[in-house]
Nanobody, 116 residues
Framework: QVQLVESGGGLVQAGGSLRLSCAAS????????LGWYRQAPGKQRELVAA???????NYADSVKGRFTISKDNAKNTVYLQMNSLKPEDTAVYYC??????????WGRGTQVTVSS
């Protein structure tokens, strides 16, 4: 069974940057789509950025121009580069991989805290 493990979260001041990584225990080629989601306290989990095998990329409006999703198939790792961070970006960030059969795999999440 494939496992996804996030890393790179932490505490950063507003305006700063972080790069999140999500490493898969197996090949990324089994996934039809990969994405980053986040969940702030008391809020629903929301899409941050996602990419398909055809390299179509979607971003939440709130992060467009600040966040960039990318992947390295050789390293079975997907990244989320986060720049110009804001306090409202504070959340637990999750990585998700979706198989062609529609089955989702989630990581356990990594905490991102942006101080004002």
């Amino acid at each position: 069974q494939v496992q996804l493990v996030e890393s790179g979260g932490g505490l950063v001041q507003a305006g700063g940057s972080l790069r999140l990584s999500c490493a898969a225990s197996g090949s990324f080629l089994i996934f039809n789509a990969l994405g980053w989601y986040r969940q702030a306290p008391g809020k629903q989990r929301e899409l941050v950025a996602a990419m398909t095998n055809g390299n179509r990329i979607n971003y939440a409006d709130s992060v467009k121009g600040r966040f960039t999703i990318s992947k390295d198939n050789a390293k079975n790792t997907v990244y989320l580069q986060m720049n110009s961070l804001k306090p409202e970006d504070t959340a637990v960030y999750y990585c998700k991989g979706t198989l062609r059969a529609g089955i989702d795999y989630w990581g356990r999440g990594t905490q991102v805290t942006v101080s004002s």
